[in-house]
């Protein structure tokens, strides 16, 4: 157990709705980041926040968004949900801002399925 | 784009030594090296990192190149349930990750 937890586990929605995963970082991690794994496919990294602020944004879409409460939990917000978007949605914490001495731990994701 | 290079897939026999290279011929002087792997579509499960030295953990060891380059994974006794998709990283903000290489152990 990696100590990361994140909701739901499974999501099925339609197209053209909204979305919201969650995820809550480990005891003491400030650092939250999302990321993409598509069927077969590679972790794309879409963003990251450090205490509440973005730190880093990868390859996010316009249609998505993410923020980090002041109890440091995370929130992506996934829009006009097309069939592309199913995927795999992972969340990792880490105790610093990036880099460094400070491995990432990862949750079990969230796999969304757009319909 | 990940600064990594490593082989697509590799196989290893049940209880030999598993050894993964990796290049990272970019690798800034600040730079740790992280391996992670992914067995299915589970969360990446994180192994060891280091800087300079060559580092061990209970579940693996990293050796890495004096001049940094490159460095190699080493699960020293592989069983079946090492089969996963081990990725190599460098980084020092967002943690971007390349293609990794697939361990197939067989019996």
């Known amino acids: 157990d990696s100590g990361v937890t994140q909701t739901p586990k499974h999501l099925i929605t339609a197209t053209g709705q909204r979305v919201t995963l969650r995820c809550s970082p480990r005891s003491g991690d400030l650092s939250v980041y999302w990321y993409q794994q598509s069927l077969d496919q590679g972790l794309q990294f879409l963003i990251q926040?450090?205490?509440?602020?973005?730190?880093a944004k990868g390859n996010i879409l316009e249609r998505f968004s993410a923020q980090q409460f002041p109890d440091l939990h995370s929130e992506l917000n996934l829009s006009s949900l097309e069939l592309g978007d199913s995927a795999l949605y992972f969340c990792?914490?880490?105790?610093?801002?990036?880099?460094?001495?400070?491995?990432?731990?990862f949750g079990n994701g969230t796999r969304l399925t757009v319909t | 784009d990940a600064k990594t290079t490593q082989p697509p897939s590799m196989d290893c026999a049940e209880g030999r030594a598993a050894n993964l290279p990796c290049n990272h011929s970019t690798i800034s002087g600040n730079e740790y090296v992280y391996w992670y792997r992914q067995i299915h579509s589970q969360g990446p499960q994180y192994i060891i990192h280091?800087?300079?030295n060559n580092e061990t953990n209970e579940m693996a060891s990293l050796i890495i190149t004096e001049d940094r380059k490159s460095s190699t994974l080493i699960l020293p006794h592989a069983t079946l349930r090492d089969t996963a998709v081990y990725y190599c990283i460098s980084y020092n903000n967002d943690m971007r990750f390349g293609a990794g290489t697939r361990l197939t152990v067989k019996p």
């Open positions: 280091g800087l300079k």
């Open positions: 990792a914490s880490s105790v610093g801002g990036g880099g460094g001495n400070s491995p990432l731990h």
């Open positions: 926040y450090y205490n509440g602020e973005e730190r």
